[in-house]
């Protein structure tokens, strides 16, 4: 009985905590679905699992985590690799030796963040390397509508045309001025991923430019 109660109560706990968890947008997602329309869309999906993955690709560090992630790292700017273990994901390139897994949201699965991120620094083991928890440093604005990359071209300074930025790329670049991920999801479909601070400066520049085609039929 006592047994099963402190597994109980360990449960309560981590629910009790993920209950408290507040997205940065959370008091304008009513302004940000007003603003959208049929041509382009704009919401927040918050609590996205992002842990940043550290370790030289072909090194034992990265040897160690792609057994774990059953993958291997992307090698290339943009690229993109899908993982299913210990969790479903992707992980982005950022740079030579800096990557970044994006799941879903922990309250949908038992293994916590913070677990997760413990699997992968064990696998990194005492190697040059780390796996850390950066789940609250970012949050992701979806955008998404056949002019959503309209929107982009007036926000960053790199070419987002689907000649030079198919489907599945992500960078790391500026976007209204300040760092952020940009990961193209699908064909109409983009994740922007400012910082937790950010997110207001950045919501802003995107409903500014959304103006010009929120209305269009």
Known sequence: ?????????????????????????AE??????AAGGP????????????????????????????KVLGAPLPRKVGHVSEVEAPVTGHVLWFGPDDFLLVAGDEAERELSCSALAGILAEAVGEHRGQAVDLSGNRTVLELTGPNAVDVLYRMVEVDVHPDFFPVGSAILTLVAGSSAALWRTDEDSYWIMPRASFADHTANWLLDAMREFADRG
């Open 1 to 25: 009985m006592a047994d099963n109660t402190a597994v109980s109560q360990a449960e309560v706990s981590r629910q009790d905590v993920l209950s408290l968890r507040r997205r940065p947008l």
């Open 28 to 33: 304008r997602a009513a302004e940000l679905d």
């Open 39 to 66: 041509r382009v869309r704009l919401r927040e999906v918050p609590f996205r699992t992002q842990i940043s993955l550290r370790a030289e690709p072909g090194g034992p560090a990265a040897d160690g985590l792609e």
